[in-house]
């Protein structure tokens, strides 16, 4: 959610069925469980703006003023509220420079839902010049029509208009807002396995060709290969953009927001 949006699918393996459950391994290398009353500074950092650089064609501010915590969790609020240019507010944080390259980056998190509401939990490169390369953990469209839809994404390039993706939407068990749910990637230098409540959903190889069969549209450094340098998380609730293309425009007249808030419960990254 982001600064990549319209993306071009490459090839990947979509599974016929979901595997038995998978139990997290490793030792916690980061681990945030939002207990107290305030974002942990010395973890995470807001970002803040209302210009493009972080969505083109998203319709919110983010400002700090939208990110709470309360109750043992993160809260990120999308408002109807005016600032600047921008008819919304939101809120965006991400995970202080400390990324950490593999591993399992596991989130528990209850999703906002509403028309146009994107709350997204995600990956990015901590690498400014390889900052097209993303891992989306979950994404999630807020229209009642993909209540229990989750977007689950790979992105790479060398330029913003050179970004290519292997992706899919899996069809969870029930509405995305109504409980929280542990959504997971295990990234390891052959593959990216995206993990909901722990069933393996989707994967795509980093090892057989998928990311160099369009000479036009190469992983970051040109080699055969993405995914290889450190990322870190970020978590955000976007209001409109291009991950709306197939539906009306959001009516600012109109209240379709049953709850505009993304809690995050806890999140941690294991390694071995």
């Known amino acids: 959610m982001k600064v990549l949006k319209i993306t071009t699918l490459l090839s990947f393996v979509q599974l016929c069925c979901i595997v038995s459950a998978w139990e997290w391994k490793g030792q916690i290398v980061f681990e945030d469980n939002f207990n107290g009353t305030s974002l942990d500074l010395n973890k995470w950092e807001y970002q ?3 210009g493009a650089i972080f969505g083109p064609g998203n319709l919110q501010c983010y400002t700090r003023n939208n990110v709470a915590v ?4 993160l809260v990120i609020t999308a408002r109807k509220e005016r600032m600047e240019d921008k008819e919304y507010t939101s809120g965006r944080i991400r995970q202080k420079p400390m990324g950490f390259t593999y591993g399992a980056y596991v989130v528990r998190a209850r999703m906002a839902r509403g ?3 994107w709350p997204a939990l995600w990956l ?7 900052r097209y390369e993303e891992i989306d953990i979950a994404e999630y469209r807020g229209q009642r029509a993909d209540a229990k839809k989750l977007v689950m994404a790979a992105h790479w390039g060398k330029a913003y208009n050179q970004v290519a993706s292997a992706y899919t939407t899996g069809t969870t068990p029930e509405d995305l807002s109504t409980s929280f749910h542990e959504y997971a990637v295990l990234w390891v230098p052959s593959k990216i ?5 722990r069933q393996k959903y989707f994967e795509v190889s980093l090892t057989n060709g998928t990311f160099t069969s369009d000479p036009n549209k190469l992983p970051c450094r040109g080699g055969p290969t993405p995914y290889t340098d450190p ?3 970020i978590f955000n609730v976007a209001v ?6 197939q539906y009306p425009p959001l009516d600012p007249n109109t209240n379709t927001w049953s709850k505009p808030t993304l809690e995050v419960d806890w999140v941690r990254v294991y390694q071995a």
């Open 115 to 117: 028309d146009h509401l």
């Open 124 to 130: 990015l490169n901590l690498n400014t010049e390889c």
């Open 70 to 73: 309360r109750n043992g969790n």
């Open 231 to 233: 990322s870190n998380f």
């Open 240 to 245: 409109g953009g291009s991950f709306f293309s």
């Open 193 to 197: 396995e995206w993990y909901f409540d």
């Open 48 to 50: 803040e703006t209302c």
